[in-house]
Structure formats: C-alpha cells, structure tokens
C-alpha cells in the first residue's frame, strides 16, 4: 500500500456550485453544509450552491466555504472507503486549518468560527494597508531574494522550485515584477487578490487572530500535519496556537512541505477542495508522486480508482 497524504485546498479555488452535488448525493455532507449554517449565523450553503460569487469571494465567507467544501469532500472519501488511512496532512494556508481539523486538532465548529473571524481581520488588514501579489515563475533563489530587497516586496509562497509568490504594497510589486521580468523570469503574473497575504502587510491581522485563538481549544494531531510557516509537523497545542498566528505575516514553505512528505516515504496525495493547484505544485516537486483530486462526486469516483489501483 502507498503512503498517503492528504492535502487541502486554499483561498482563490472558489467557484459557485460548489458542494451542491456532494450535499445532494451524501447526508453526511449535507449535514456539514446545515451545520455550518447554524454555526455562522447565515446560509453558507446557498452561498456555496448559488452565489453570488461577489459575495463568495469576500475573505469572511470564502475561507469558511472552502473549509466545508474540502471536509465534505473528505467526508465523501472515507463514507466510500469505510475510513481512509493516511500518513499527514497538509493544506496552503486556510487549507491548514482544514488539515488541523481532519488530523483531530480542532473541532469543526471552532475551525469555522476561526476561519470566520481569519477571513474578516485579513479582509480588514487589506482595507488598512492595501498590496498585491505577483507569481514568478523560473528564477533562481538568490535572484529572487535581489527583486525582493530593491523593490521592498517579502517572500509570501516558496510554491516548488520553479514559483514563488512575492507579496508587498501594490506599487512595490509591480516594481517587482518589472525587476523580475529584467533578472530573466520566463513568467511573471500579477495575482488577482485582495491584498498582499503572508507579509507584515498582515500583522494587524496576526494580531488580532492570536486574542481570537486565546479562547479555542486544540489538541495534538493524530497524525503529522504539516506546517506552513516551517514545512514540519506541528507540536502540540501551544505551539499549534502560536504557529497559526505567525502564518498569517510569514511565507508558505510548500516546497519544504512535499518534500519532508517525500522523504518520509509518502508517495500518493489526495487533494480535497476545489481546483487542483495543490496537485500541480506536488508534481513541479515530486515527479512520482501519485495524485488524485476530489471537488465533487464525478471526481471522487476517478479519485477512488486511482487509491485503489
């Protein structure tokens, strides 16, 4: 049997209709969607099933809706399978928090409420200290680490080798992208985000998420669940509270991630949530690695085939 990860999805994968055909062909998922609903104080599931996507996209409800989505699809999985076995779990930034909940560290209805609030203290750090983000694509480390200090950008997603996203006031990262460009990136692409999302641009934010995270409780995974902010597993509760404050300002280590899974002989990932940019960027880092992605019940019929095979 192949050791498996499991991975979810993060903000920017949203898409209206997503989790209706789960919900409708799984009790088990439908109750999440109803319990997500009663949780927040609002119909989360008609957000998700009918839009608007306007109203989807805002940070306070995409980062809950994507959560439920992820874990209905995980639900799916383990309703087929009678149980999944698996030896971690990561996901790219909210995504951790959906792989924290699967891994026991916190209950569902505390992950949305965290995520509720998440979504809202970075929406706000956004409106106060406004930035963008911008993809490079084929640039060398110590290259990249030069466009960061002449234009005043941070580092905010070591995605594999060959992509990094840079992070910092909207001005600075189109000087960025032109430094890029000059240093012989072979792709360059302004991302189309709210704000500049794992810098200091963020620690208002930070700040007021870890008084939020004072009042809920973790406990210790029952299996690795890898960090963003180190690319190692987490610890036990203290240390899962202050990492997760720390992740909002500090950049994504994905590529270490895949690759502590790869060397601890993990060789197959299923990626539960919508889109499949997690399953692209496991593939730049590990060209063998057995993928399969879950967004809904046509996928998670093809997903099953390949865990099975």
């Known amino acids: 049997?192949?050791?498996?990860?499991?991975?979810?999805?993060?903000?920017?994968?949203?898409?209206?209709?997503?989790?209706?055909?789960?919900?409708?062909?799984?009790?088990?998922?439908?109750?999440?969607?109803?319990?997500?609903?009663?949780?927040?104080?609002?119909?989360?599931?008609?957000?998700?099933?009918?839009?608007?996507?306007?109203?989807?996209?805002?940070?306070?409800?995409?980062?809950?809706?994507?959560?439920?989505?992820?874990?209905?699809?995980?639900?799916?999985?383990?309703?087929?399978?009678?149980?999944?076995?698996?030896?971690?779990?990561?996901?790219?930034?909210?995504?951790?928090?959906?792989?924290?909940?699967?891994?026991?560290a916190l209950s569902f209805a505390d992950t949305l409420r965290v995520l509720q609030a998440r979504g809202r203290f970075m929406q706000e750090a956004c409106e106060e200290r406004p930035?963008?983000?911008?993809?490079?694509?084929?640039?060398?480390?110590?290259?990249?680490?030069?466009v960061c200090a002449s234009a005043g950008v941070e580092m905010a997603n070591l995605n594999s080798a060959e992509q990094t996203v840079l992070s910092g006031e909207r001005a600075k990262?189109?000087?960025?992208?032109?430094?890029?460009?000059?240093?012989?990136?072979?792709?360059?692409?302004?991302?189309?985000?709210?704000g500049a999302f794992h810098s200091s641009l963020m620690l208002s934010a930070a700040k007021k998420l870890e008084a939020f995270l004072a009042g809920v409780t973790f406990q210790k995974p029952g299996v690795p669940?890898?960090?963003?902010?180190?690319?190692?597993?987490?610890?036990?509760?203290?240390?899962?509270?202050?990492?997760?404050?720390?992740?909002?300002?500090?950049?994504?280590?994905?590529?270490?991630?895949?690759?502590?899974?790869?060397k601890n002989g993990v060789t197959s990932y299923v990626e539960c949530g919508p889109g499949k940019v997690l399953s692209g960027l496991i593939k730049r880092i590990d060209k063998d690695a057995v993928l399969s992605n879950i967004q809904g019940v046509a996928s998670l019929k093809k997903a099953i085939e390949t865990i099975r095979s």
């Open 1 to 104: 049997m192949r050791s498996r990860a499991i991975v979810f999805a993060g903000q920017g994968a949203q898409a209206v209709g997503m989790g209706k055909d789960l919900a409708d062909a799984y009790p088990e998922c439908r109750a999440l969607f109803e319990q997500a609903d009663q949780v927040l104080g609002y119909k989360l599931s008609t957000l998700c099933f009918e839009g608007p996507i306007e109203d989807l996209t805002k940070s306070s409800n995409c980062q809950p809706a994507i959560f439920v989505n992820s874990v209905a699809c995980y639900q799916a999985l383990k309703k087929e399978m009678g149980g999944v076995d698996f030896a971690g779990a990561a996901g790219l930034s909210l995504g951790e928090w959906s792989a924290l909940h699967v891994a026991g």
């Open 131 to 146: 930035g963008g983000m911008v993809s490079v694509i084929g640039l060398a480390a110590d290259k990249l680490k030069e």
């Open 225 to 262: 669940v890898i960090a963003n902010l180190t690319g190692r597993p987490h610890g036990g509760p203290d240390e899962i509270r202050k990492t997760m404050v720390s992740q909002v300002t500090s950049s994504v280590q994905w590529l270490s991630s895949v690759e502590w899974f790869k």
């Open 173 to 194: 990262i189109v000087e960025a992208e032109k430094l890029a460009k000059a240093a012989g990136a072979s792709r360059t692409v302004i991302l189309n985000v709210a």
